[in-house]
């Protein structure tokens, strides 16, 4: 644990369960002061009375394409991050939409479905950005979560691979025209979540790591020096 005067504030998206949980959790752990995120907000509720730690979670149910409930989030992150505070820190865009299932060829791709998923997965974490940034310390950290999907040409894959491939321009980007903050684009690897499951109906999916297994990269970025950059949070040493 580390031991600080002030709390520093994160903003992590899709915090009710998965990977945005298991981040979190470790975040509350450290004395963070998390302000989370989901559509559910039973799930959100039950995740935060499950956190413990010198920290705290300020769940904000909502969904992430709603412009007024990223606006909420903004405006909490703006009343967190005040003198009592060490600042915005940390922006994780965790929150992500897959879209039908199972994943259609492109030639059949719903236009419509497609245009939702682009939403959550590339407006929405881009807009956040919009709102934060000026909230955000010097050597604040922006960690956008992707995925190979976004650089591999998996068949089936091309609606939500490509609202990820936008979002790693995007990330691109901005570590270019943001010197001052520290960018990241990662990929956490395939994880035993729902979403998982749901991109693969029908399969076992229990044999894949757990998203406790991709926090140590992710922690590490947050909280270490390493260079603005596109990462694999399972494939990362010490730096």
Known sequence: MTSRLVEPVAVV???????????????????????GDARSEAE???????LGGPGRM?????????????QRLANLAAE???????????????ASFLGPSPQPLLQDYPLQTLRQVFEVNYFAPLVLIQLLIPLMAMDGVI?????????????????????????????????AEQPQLRIYWVDPGDMNTRMQQEAFPGEDVSDRPPPEDSLPGLLELAQGKRASGRYQARSMGPG
């Open 44 to 50: 959100l509720t039950a995740a935060t009375l499950d």
């Open 58 to 70: 300020v769940a904000v149910p909502g969904d992430v394409a709603d412009p007024e409930h990223r």
């Open 80 to 94: 967190s991050a005040g003198p009592k505070s060490d600042g915005l820190r940390l922006v994780v865009n965790n």
């Open 143 to 175: 960690i956008n979560i992707t995925s190979d999907a976004g650089v591999e040409g998996y068949a089936g894959w091309g609606g939500y691979g490509s609202s990820k491939a936008a979002l790693e321009q995007v990330s691109r980007v901005l570590a």
């Open 13 to 35: 998206t899709g915090a009710s369960r998965g990977l945005g949980l298991a981040l979190s959790r470790a975040l509350v752990g450290d004395g963070w002061l998390v302000i």
